[in-house]
T-cell receptor, first 114, second 113 residues
Framework: GDSVTQMEGPVTLSEEAFLTINCTYT??????LFWYVQYPGEGLQLLLK?????DKGSNKGFEATYRKETTSFHLEKGSVQVSDSAVYFC?????????????FGKGTRLSVIA | NAGVMQNPRHLVRRRGQEARLRCSPM?????VYWYRQLPEEGLKFMVY????????ESGMPKERFSAEFPKEGPSILRIQQVVRGDSAAYFC???????????FGPGTRLTVT
């Protein structure tokens, strides 16, 4: 079945450092890919998405590019802030046009220190 | 437009009691999904519903767990005879038809004592 593997945390960075969180996936067909962020005690918020190969999703300084050849969707940010401290989840949907359950990675906890 | 609403936010039950978790999707969304998150784990799919129909319940334990999404009112996830292993955060998500991304509620944190 479909699966998502993301780098294990925790990741600790200093403010203004560069962030990369790796995510690779296994899926049949052409999935849609997502990054969600979860702040302490809250639900998941959609951070960005990409629905086809070579699409780049971006939001709030975060970016991720859908790489079909490497089955990857790595999350990057050029300069992190303390407020970016959260758990980040990579996820896929097996259908780009329909409604299907999401498959999540285990999450990567990011701590940014001033 | 209000987001996905879940209540209660926190629920404490003793072993053997019943837990009822409620979810109201975003306005205009007719697809509801339930996920469970264990401590330090990702989210695991449980069940997918549309109004009055269960579409996919492949992730839901066959015993003690049930879900519904009636024509009127919120979706309900029901856990009968709770055990300690049911302690987790339960998240509901919704989406409109034909859209892959889902929008999550704040979750219900169930503690079984």
């Amino acid at each position: 079945g479909d699966s998502v593997t993301q780098m294990e945390g925790p990741v600790t960075l200093s403010e203004e450092a560069f962030l990369t969180i790796n995510c690779t996936y296994t899926a049949t067909g052409y999935p849609s890919l997502f990054w969600y962020v979860q702040y302490p005690g809250e639900g998941l918020q959609l951070l960005l998405k990409a629905t086809k190969a070579d699409d780049k999703g971006s939001n709030k300084g975060f970016e991720a590019t859908y790489r079909k050849e490497t089955t990857s969707f790595h999350l990057e940010k050029g300069s992190v802030q303390v407020s970016d401290s959260a758990v980040y989840f990579c996820a896929l949907s097996g259908s780009v046009s329909g409604n299907t359950p999401l498959v999540f990675g285990k999450g990567t906890r990011l701590s940014v220190i001033a | 437009n209000a987001g996905v609403m879940q209540n209660p936010r926190h629920l404490v039950r003793r072993r053997g009691q019943e837990a009822r978790l409620r979810c109201s999707p975003m306005k205009g969304h007719s697809h509801v999904y339930w996920y469970r998150q264990l401590p330090e784990e990702g989210l695991k799919f449980m069940v997918y519903l549309q109004k009055e129909n269960i579409i996919d319940e492949s992730g839901m334990p066959k015993e003690r767990f049930s879900a519904e999404f009636p024509k009127e009112g919120p979706s309900i996830l029901r856990i009968q005879q709770v055990v300690r292993g049911d302690s987790a955060a339960y998240f509901c998500a919704s989406s409109p038809t034909g859209v892959a991304e889902q929008y999550f509620g704040p979750g219900t944190r169930l503690t079984v004592t």
